[in-house]
């Protein structure tokens, strides 16, 4: 009688192509018992040969996981935090998402999140040419003022020079706190590079899909941030396991 809730996101793919892989697996999902979550894990990843379409898999399975949880959760009247080891903070700042617009909406926006107490303030980049997005980001630094924090993200659309000169330029100006996947991770040479080149830190997120592809980011030193949720990785434990490496 007890309903578990998930979501599976579709942020690099079609809602359609995520939804196809779960109704594909379910067969190695339907009547297994909600605690036997990495047996059933396993049985996706494996049996299901998901395990080369990372990304694709992860997504779809992450829905799946959170439902597995939420099931044992209500199965034993605890919150699913708990069961993964408890709370160890009352609370968690996080940041404000903003939107690309033209300057005065920028700072709409930024105004907006400031009236709701956020401090940190975080916007894609490298969708358009770089002086207009200067205009975006320097909007945002006028509206949170020298205490807030500017985080930026490229999404790996930058080239190596590119990714330095704006960065070192922006930075200088206008005090960027960090800067997400400023170029592509497939070889980290470059984004260890950048990393070297400019004063803001830099995160990694994209091809953190994987503990090999983790290890592999975390030794290459290319990143002060590793920046990654429990639907990158497909569950919830690998997620834990992860942000401990």
């Known amino acids: 009688g007890l309903v578990g809730w998930g979501e599976s996101p579709g942020q690099l793919s079609s809602a359609a192509a995520i939804e196809a892989t779960v109704r594909h697996i379910a067969p190695l999902v339907l009547g ?59 609370a968690v700042d996080h940041c404000f998402h903003v939107y690309q617009a033209p300057p005065d909406e920028i700072a709409r926006q930024c105004e907006e999140g400031r009236a709701r107490g956020y401090r940190v303030f975080y916007m894609p980049c490298a969708r358009h040419p770089a002086p207009v997005e200067a205009e975006m980001v320097e909007a945002i630094r006028k509206t949170i ?11 790996e ?18 005090r960027i706190d960090f800067c997400e996947a400023p170029v592509a991770h497939d070889l980290p040479d470059g984004m260890r590079e950048v990393r070297a080149r400019v004063p803001c830190a830099i995160s990694a997120n994209e091809c953190l899909s994987s503990e090999a592809d983790v290890l592999r980011l975390v030794r ?4 002060d941030v590793y920046c990654f949720a429990p639907y990158w990785v497909g569950t919830l434990k690998r997620f834990v396991a992860l942000a401990h490496l």
């Open 32 to 90: 297994r018992d909600p605690w036997d979550r990495e047996a059933i894990a396993r049985s996706f990843f494996r049996r299901g040969t998901l395990h080369r379409w990372t990304q694709m898999a992860n997504f779809a399975f992450a829905g799946i996981d959170h439902a597995l949880w939420d099931l044992c959760g209500k199965d034993c009247g605890q919150p699913v935090h708990r069961l993964l080891g408890g709370a160890v903070r009352d």
């Open 145 to 155: 003022s020298d205490e807030g924090k500017i985080r930026l993200d490229a999404n």
């Open 157 to 174: 659309r930058w080239g190596l020079n590119e990714a330095i000169r704006n960065l070192n330029d922006w930075d200088s100006r206008w």
């Open 220 to 223: 290459s030193r290319c990143a």
